[in-house]
């Protein structure tokens, strides 16, 4: 809850609400960082402000919400190093396009795009639910074949290859450990090959 800070006429936030609001954000900067060159720098952009909330909850002696923030970190440095090993200069990220299909104008936006490699990367944050749920599978691949089609008629690129960057906000390695690899994801990130369709398929369905 908040609380009144009287000296001051203040009203100051509880840090521990901040959590929600880090993960729920976290994929978005880590977007806009995509393309820094400087990887300290990155780091430092990257970890200031969840350094300040799990300094502020230690200090607290708050474990429940620590042990929280701690794993938000945690989850952050899995989505880096899996998703951006190497800086690239020529790419694309969140860009907004329309297209007309049929009379009806449809707009899309895709999270990034590596043009040297002609890879589209999809970020989904997902519940480990959906693991093995294969119509939501289905109706992401479907969305990022729209999307390769919606690039190919905006920017003239045929994309080559599409993936899902998959983050598990629910995943716990305790259950990874002991459940089979075809019900639970082995990891909290997985890159997901995503099955190309042909252009002609993709307008049928659009």
């Known amino acids: 809850f908040p609380s009144h800070d009287m000296d001051r006429g203040k009203i100051e936030k509880d840090v521990s609400e901040m959590l929600m609001a880090i993960e729920g954000t976290a994929l978005h900067h880590i977007l806009e960082l995509a393309d820094v060159y400087n990887a300290d720098a990155k780091k430092m952009y990257r970890d200031e402000t969840l350094d300040n909330v799990i300094a502020d909850l230690n200090a607290k002696k708050d474990k429940v919400n620590y042990k929280k ?53 999809d970020f989904k944050k997902v519940s480990v639910w959906s693991y093995a749920n294969k119509y939501e599978s289905e109706q992401h691949n479907l969305q990022q074949n729209i999307y390769r089609w919606m690039i190919k008629k905006t920017f003239d690129i045929d994309v080559a290859q599409s993936v899902l960057i998959r983050w598990y906000r629910d995943w716990q390695k305790s259950k990874a450990a002991t459940m089979p690899s075809s019900s639970y994801p082995p990891q909290r990130v997985e890159e997901v090959e995503v099955p190309l369709m042909s252009y002609r398929e993709i307008e049928e369905v659009s």
Do not use: N
């Open 69 to 121: 923030a701690i794993q938000v970190k945690e989850m952050l440095g899995d989505i880096l190093a899996s998703a951006f090993p190497h800086f690239r200069k020529y790419v694309m990220t969140e860009e907004i396009m329309h297209v007309d299909i049929k009379g009806w104008m449809l707009k899309g936006q895709f999270d990034r795009l590596e043009i040297d490699k002609r890879k589209l990367i």
